[in-house]
C-alpha cells in the first residue's frame, strides 16, 4: 500500500520537474486517444506543442500565444490575490465584459478623434467598470454578508445581456447598416490598442500583464498588504487579531482583481477583437481561474500557466483544422493535460512512501 | 499566379504559402476550408454548413480537399484561425458566421490569392473577399401562410434570438403573409438573447403554448421548441428551423426551412477549378436552391398545402415578393407604396417591425 | 403589469418542471459541499448524465434505463474529480473547472452519431382522478417521475442531514475534518462517497434536459445549467428545502419572464432577460442581511485533508 507522506519543505526539484512529467504523461494518454481516432498521435502531438513554438508558421503563432495568454495572465493575477485571501471572485468574467464596454464606450464617445490621448480615459475606463462590477459583489458582502461567489457569477449573466444591449443598441456602428456590432477600432487608429512591434502578438495588455506581474510579485513578497492577504487566507482568525480588516480585504481584493480583469477586456476589444459583439467574450474570465491555480497563485506561475494554456489553444486549433480532429476531442485533451498538471503536483509536498505498520 | 502568390507572402514577411499548382486558367486541386461558429454536432446552423461542405467534396472528389475548424469564438480567434489557414494552403475559405466579417476583411488584404467567403455580411473590401448570404425571409413567408391558415386561436408565435436585422426581417415576413390570408392573425414575439440553449427555447415556446399560441416558428438553432410542441398532442404545429427536423415529421412539425449551401460552395468551388472564379455578392433564396422548404406534412389540408407551395413557386419565380406594398411601418409611417416592393438595402439593414405587430424590438 | 392572459396553474406547473435540473444538480452538489468539498465541474458531470443518459435511452427504448445512465455517466466523471483531489489532494476549484472543460468534450466525441434522434417520450404518471382537480390537478398532478423524484430528494436529504447518524457524519466531516478524523471516521472515503452522489445527482439532471426538457442530443445541450446549480447552493445557504425554494425562484422567474414577453408587458425585454439572475441576487441579500449572522458555508469547503498520523 502506497501513502503519501508531507515533505517538511516543498520539493525543489519537484517544482520544476511535475510540470514535466504531467505534459509526458498528457503525451502519452492523450496520444491514445488520437490513436483510437485514426490519426498519427506522434503528428498530433507535435503539432499541438510543437508546431506553434518552433514549426513552420511560428513567426507568425508565436506571437498569437502572447496575444491568447495576455488576458488569461491579467485576470489571473488579479484573481490570485483574492484566492489567496479566500475570497471568491468567480465573475470575472462579468468583470471583462463590462470593462470592455465602458473602455468602447469612451472611445466611440470621441470618435473620429485624432487625438492618441484618448487612449488614457479609456483605459480608465476599463479599470473603472471592471472595478465597479466587482464592486457590486464586494459591498454586498460587506455590508450585507451576501456570498460573492453568486453574486459575482449571477452578475456574468447580467454582463451578458448587457452586452448584447451595447452590440445591438448603444455602441452599434451608425454606419452598419444596421448590423450588430460597433466601429471596429482598427479603423480608428488614435483609440486602437495596436501590435506593438509587427508579427510580435504584443499589444498595451501584453506589456500590462507582464508589468502587472511584477508589482503583484513585489506586493505579495515585500509589502504588508500582500502579507495581511496571505495570512487571511492561512489563518483567518489570527489576521484578525494583527487588526486586518476583513471587509477592507474583500472590498481590495474584489476591486483588484475587478479592475485587472476590465483592463484585459479594454485591451482585448480596442486590439485583438476590434470590436464590441454579441458575443464578444470567449470565457477568459472562467479560464483565468485554472491558470490562476496552475500557476499556484505565484505571479511567475501564473505568468507561465498562462503561457501553456495559451499553446493548448493556439495547438489544438491547428491540430483541428489541419489534421481534421474534432474540436471535442482537443478539448478532452486540454481536460487531461490540466488533470495531469494539478494531479502531479502532489509529489511537490508530499513523497510517496511504502505505508509500514499503521 | 504561384508566383505573385510567393512574392504578395514574401512582402509580407509572412513566409512561403504551400505551393499549389495552380494555373492561370483553373486549378488542379482546390483546398477549401470552413470556419464554423458552433460545433458541427448543433443540429442546426454550422451542421448545414458542414453538410455544403461535405457535398463539395463529393461533387469534386480528388480534385478537392477539405479542412474546417468547429467553434471558432468570433474574436481575436478568428483572425488566427484565418491566418493558419491561408498560410496552411487553403485556397478558398468560407466564413460562416456574420461576426466574422472584420477579421475576414482583415485577413483578406494579407493574402490577395486566397478567396474568401463570407456568410451573410456585407463587407467587400478587397477584390478577393465575396459574400453570400439567404433569403430566409423567402421561406418565413411560406411559413406565415401556413400559420395564418391553420391557427385556430388566431395566435401565432415567433422565438427569436436577437434583435438583429436577419431576425425581424424573418419576424416581418412571417407576419405579413399570415395577415394576408387571415386578418385576424395576432402575432406574439418572445426574445430569447441566446442563439443556442435547448432549455430556455423550450421555455419560451411553453411560455407561447400557454398563452393561447398555436403555431411556432423559431429562429434559434435547437428542435427544443418543437419537441415542446409534441407535448400538445397535435393542438400546436411548428417548423423546422435550419436543418428539416424530419424527426417531428410525424407530430408538430409542418414543414421546414432548410439551409442549404451546397450548390452555393459546390459552384463556387467548382469555379475556382475552371478559372471562371469571380468575386460576388449573392443572396439567392428559394429559387436559388439556398432556401428549401420542407416537405409539408399530411397535417395541413390540402388546400393550404397546394396554396404554400404556389406561394414557393411564385417566389421562385420571381412573380411575388413578401415584402409588396403597401406597407407601414410599426408607428404608421409609410415604408412602402402600394405595389412596391422591398430594395435589398432596406431588407439589410431591417430596424423596425410593420404595422400591426406588437410590442417593441429591444434596443 | 398584465397577467390577464397567464395562468397561475399553468404557470406553476411549468416552472416545476423547468427547475428539474438545476434542482437535482444543486441538490448533489449540496450533499459534496456539506462533506467540504467544492465541486465547480457540475456543468461537465451534467452534459455527461445529458450524453450518457441519451444513448442508453435510443439503445433500450427506456426513459428509465437512460434515467440510470446518466445518473452513471455524471457519477464515474466525478470520480476523476475524486481521485484527484482526494487521493493526490489537486487543488478543488481548478480540477473542477477542468472536470467541466473535459466533460464538455468528452460528451461531443461520445455523442457523435447521435444528432437528430428522438428518444422514447418519459411517461407522465398516471394519477387517475387527481389530475383532473382544478388548478391543483395541474399543478402538482401531471407531472413525470422526475419532477416528482426531486421534491422527494429535497425532503429526503433535509431529512437524512438533520435528523440522521449520516447526515452528522457528513456535516462532521465538511465543518471539520481533523475532528472527524480524530473521531475515526474515513473522511476521505466519505468525501469520494459524496462527490459521487454528487456526480449521479448532476447526471440525472443533465439526463432530464436530453431526455424530457429537450429530447435530443446536441452539442452543449445544458447550456449553462450547471453554473446556476452551483449558484443556487450558495443562495440555499446549503439547506436542502432552500435549493427547492432557490431552484423555483430562478425556474419560475425564467418561465414568468418568457410569458410576460408574451403577453406584451410593458417592462424591456432586456431587463426582462437579466431578471432571473438580479432577483435571485436580490433576495439572497434580503435573505443573508436580516439575520446579521455568518452565511453558514461548512467550514473546511474546498480544503483538502491528509492523515499526517
Redesign the interface.
Known sequence: MLRLEKRPNPSQFWLFATPVVAVILTMFFGGLLFASMGTNPFTVIKTIFWDPVFGEFAFYLRGQLLVKAGPLILIALGLSLGFRAGIWNIGAEGQYIIGAICGAAVGLAFYPTESRLIFIPMIAAGLLGGWAWAMIPAILKTRFNTNEILVSLMLVYVAETILAKAATGFLKNPEGMGFPGSRNFSSYPAAANPELIAGSGLHWGGVAAIVIGGLAYVLLARHIIGFQIKLSGQAPRAARFHGVSPNRLVVLCMGISGALAGLAGMFEVTGPAGQITIDFNVGYGFTAIIVAFLGRLNPVGIILAGLIMALTYVGGEMASTNLGLPSAAIQVFQGMLLFFLLGVDVLTNYRIRMAGGK | MLRRTLLASAAL???LMAATSSLAAGMDKVKA?FVYI???????WT?QHHQGALAVQAAYGDKVEI?????V?????A???L???A??GCNIIFTTS??Y???TN?IAAKFPDVKFEHAT??KRDSANVSTYNARFYEGRAVQGLIAGRMTKSNKI?YIGS????EVIMGINSYYLNAKAVNPAVEL????A??W?????????A???I????DVIASHTD???PL?EAAKTNGAVIGFGQA?D?S??KDGPRVSSIIDNWAPYYVKRVGALLDGTYEQADAWEGIAGGEVEIGEITALVPAEVKAEAEALRDAIAAGTYHPFTGPINKQDGSAWLAAGATAPD?DL????FFVEGI???I?? | MDFGSINPAVLIASLMVASVPIMLAALGELVAERAGVLNLGVEGMMIMGAVCGFIITIQTESAFAGFVGGALGGAVLSLFFAFLTQVLLANQVATGLALTMFGLGMSSLMGQGFNGLKPVQTPIVPLGPLADIPFFGRVLFAHDAMVYFSIAMAGLLWWVLKSTRIGLILRAVGESHEAAHALGYKVIRIRCAAIAFGGAMAGLGGAYVSLVRVPQWVDGITAGAGWIALAIVVFAAWKPWRVLIGAYLFGGITVLQLNLQVAGSWIPVEYLSMSPYLITILVLVIMSSGKGRAHNAPAALGQNFHASR
Open positions: 514577411g509572412l513566409g476550408c458552433g460545433p458541427i454536432g448543433d443540429g442546426g451542421y479542412a474546417f475548424q468547429e467553434n469564438p468570433e474574436s481575436a480567434d483572425e488566427r484561425v491566418t493558419t489557414m498560410l496552411g456574420f461576426g466579417m472584420d477579421a482583415a455580411g456585407f408565435g436577437f434583435p438583429i436585422p406574439s414575439v418572445v426574445w438573447f441566446t443556442f440553449d435547448p432549455a430556455k427555447e423550450a421555455d419560451a411553453k411560455a407561447l400557454d398563452q393561447g399560441v435547437s428542435t427544443a419537441a436543418s427536423m424527426e417531428y438595402g439589410l439593414g431591417m430596424g406588437v410590442g417593441d429591444p434596443q
